[in-house]
């Protein structure tokens, strides 16, 4: 199983970006999607998630601006970014609540995506 994140870039204030994660590997099936970023000498900490029913949730740093959103025929979650700020630059994570068809079910991490805002 593995999670594969791009789409981060260089970005300006109040641009916008958008962000994929594919799921890849053999799976029964893939439940919770999310994203989380992490800052340089900061924790990581929690954007946004989206259950396999599609019920969301964000952070309050990002609401309103934020849109996950995911295709279950795809096995891919996307975070659109609007009105980007410099404190959202951060390397951006995904993480996937996975089944697999062999192994157990375990949270998958991709590797990170930067997103760069400037002003």
């Known amino acids: 199983v593995q999670l594969q994140a791009f789409g981060g870039g260089l970005v300006q204030v109040g641009g916008s970006l958008r962000l994929s994660c594919a799921v890849s590997?053999?799976?029964?099936?893939?439940?919770?999607m999310a994203w989380y970023r992490q800052a340089p000498g900061k924790q990581r900490e929690f954007v946004a998630v989206i259950t396999s029913g599609l019920s969301t949730n964000y952070a309050d740093s990002v609401k309103g601006r934020f849109t996950i959103s995911r295709d279950n025929a795809k096995n891919t979650v996307y975070l659109q970014m609007n009105s980007l700020k410099p404190e959202d630059t951060a390397a951006y994570y995904c993480?996937?609540?996975?089944?697999?068809?062999?192994?157990?079910?375990?949270?998958?991490w991709g590797q990170g995506t930067q997103v760069t805002v400037s002003s």
């Open positions: 590997g053999r799976i029964f099936s893939t439940n919770i």
């Open positions: 993480n996937a609540d996975i089944v697999p068809y062999a192994g157990n079910r375990g949270i998958f």
